[in-house]
């Protein structure tokens, strides 16, 4: 059973800049789908971002333009780049995995994930 482990967030100005890691303890070479979530206390989990093993990206719309996910399968890691930081990005993010294969669509959906990270805080002060 792979585990997954973020880290990477912290406290900064809006404006400001962060970039989370999530590290698996396996290959993820074959993984399908990775992706990053968030849940900020009283709301429900939401889709940040998703990666493919092809590579191909989905973003939530309120981080188009702001956020960049990325993977390196060579070091079995899953990033995402945050800049342009707001207060409404302050959550609790998670990253996700998922080895079955299912169509990219699916992919921004928390419910298609087996495996997840136990999530690191990302604080933004405006």
């Known amino acids: 059973q792979v585990q997954l482990v973020e880290s990477g967030g912290g406290s900064v100005q809006a404006g400001g800049s962060l970039r989370l890691s999530c590290a698996a303890s396996?290959?993820?070479?074959?993984?399908?789908?990775m992706g990053w979530f968030r849940q900020a206390p009283g709301k429900e989990r939401e889709s940040v971002a998703s990666?493919?093993?092809?590579?191909?990206?989905y973003y939530a719309d309120p981080v188009k333009g702001r956020f960049t996910i990325s993977r390196d399968n060579a070091k079995n890691t899953l990033y995402l780049q945050m800049n342009s930081l707001k207060p409404e990005d302050t959550a609790m993010y998670y990253c996700?995995?998922?080895?079955?294969?299912?169509?990219?669509?699916?992919?921004?959906?928390?419910?298609?994930?087996?495996?997840w990270g136990q999530g690191t805080q990302v604080t933004v002060a405006s």
């Open positions: 996700a995995a998922r080895w079955e294969y299912i169509p990219m669509n699916y992919l921004g959906r928390a419910t298609q994930y087996a495996y």
């Open positions: 396996a290959s993820i070479n074959r993984v399908n789908g």
């Open positions: 990666i493919s093993s092809g590579a191909s990206t």
